[in-house]
């Protein structure tokens, strides 16, 4: 059986980053993925492009070097700078290879049986990115057969759906994207809405993300929040599409967007929804509230003019309870993601009641050796994203590098 001191599994941007790091470290490892590098980001829709700008890549020793940092990379320039970045550092990655199951080996250590044969080694890392498993609220079920349904992994472009109207379930940043690209494309498009935070693209000149970074938004740790289930709740609603624009349920309703409330379930061919769309605005316009007022206590921190905020427009109240499916030809469902660890690892004591892994810096408090990488709210709010999964990778690496001293000097 081979024998390698750290397996890293999955060759996403927080799989490559730890990579480098172990590699600076003179770790030995191996990073085993199953598709091929960045393969999360070649199943993302045809015209998907990040929502934070490209002067927030900032994969360790491999920055964005391009051309327009006040941009947003478009798919295929995503996996095309991961794949630079690998070849940049020689990652030792095996495409190609998928992990079957995985157990503790006797003394410690574990044991990988994979496609390609099996691996003894003594730390493994889970770099199975953010986006494991499609969540799907609650009614799905009850949906008419025959209408199409599929989660937003599954969507490609406007013009793969059958004719017809389309309803979109859930309204986080890609329910928001699709409902708007849809509308573009000719559909007449509704959008179950739930909870979500908005901010306006640009304030006083800077993007929204250079404010949330600044403001040390992006640095709040999971004990800032209110309850372990707010890990699960939207970023900030905006897209990067067209230079990048302001995107949230009022400019969605402006352009044309039906908006309801939750989506309870079908009646036949008849849907449901909840009337708890103005609760869900006004709960999105507080967290609004609660930016600006960081964001304005930054400035006044820096002694600079705080940004010029607007009170949002009042918002309508007006939405369908009632919704005639006859002429739809597609259910979106776009609720985000949950962890699905437990659907291939025999541990499930290392995990708590949502699914995310009880860590520390990224290694697990209870099974010994076991670390994780590109989880949400990891150890802060940008843990997931290619702006703070580096900074993880760092602190994960130097903690194997302490662990595995003796064998790795």
């Keep these: 059986m081979e024998y390698v001191q750290v397996a890293v599994v999955g060759a996403g941007q927080a799989g490559l980053a730890v990579s480098h790091e172990l590699t600076l470290a003179g770790v030995h490892h191996v990073v ?7 393969d999360t980001w070649r199943h993302r829709w045809d015209s ?5 700008p490209n002067w927030s890549v900032q994969l360790p020793g491999f920055p964005y070097d391009g051309g327009d940092p006040d941009g947003f990379m478009v798919r295929d320039d995503i996996v095309a700078y991961l794949e630079r970045y690998a070849r940049d550092f020689g990652a030792p990655v095996r495409e190609g290879v998928e992990v079957d199951s995985v157990r503790r080996r006797a003394g410690g250590g574990f044991i990988l049986h994979t496609t390609s044969g099996s691996l003894s080694v003594a730390t493994l890392v889970l770099a199975t990115g953010a986006y494991q498993r499609p969540h799907r609220i609650p009614g799905a079920e009850s949906l008419p057969p025959g209408l199409l349904q599929l989660d937003a992994a599954g969507y490609s472009d406007p013009g793969a759906l059958p004719a017809g109207d389309v309803l979109v379930v859930g309204s986080g940043q890609t329910g928001a994207q699709l409902a708007e690209e849809l509308h573009a494309a000719g ?15 640009r304030l006083a000149g800077r993007d929204i993300v250079w404010w949330l970074v600044e403001s040390g938004f992006m640095d709040q740790s999971p004990a800032a929040l209110p309850s372990p289930a707010a890990r699960l709740i939207s970023n900030p609603l905006a897209t990067g599409h067209d230079g990048g ?13 039906t908006l309801t409330g939750r989506f309870l379930g079908a009646n036949g061919r008849e849907a449901r929804f909840a009337p708890d769309l103005p609760e869900s605005v006004a709960w999105g316009d507080a967290r609004h509230r609660e930016l600006i007022d960081l964001f304005r206590r930054t400035a006044e921190e820096r002694g600079v003019e705080p940004p010029p905020v607007a009170d949002p427009e009042p918002f309508d109240p007006a939405a369908p309870e009632r919704v005639d499916l006859s002429g739809f030809g597609a259910v979106i469902f776009t609720g985000g993601f949950r962890p699905d660890y437990r659907s291939w690892l025999p541990w499930p004591d290392a995990f708590d009641d949502l699914g995310f892994p009880l860590q520390r810096d990224g290694e697990s408090t209870t099974i010994p050796g076991l670390f994780f990488l590109g989880v949400h709210f990891l150890r802060k709010r940008k843990s997931a994203l290619l702006l703070g999964v580096g900074e993880d990778a760092t602190v994960v690496a130097g903690r194997i590098a302490l662990r595995d001293a003796p064998s790795s000097s």
């Design 245 to 257: 624009h302001d995107l949230d349920l009022r400019t969605l309703r402006a352009m044309g967007v």
């Design 48 to 52: 998907f492009c990040l929502v934070t």
């Design 187 to 201: 559909r007449r498009v509704y959008l179950s809405c739930g909870r979500a935070p908005w901010a306006a693209r």
């Design 32 to 38: 085993i993925e199953r598709g091929r590098i960045g």
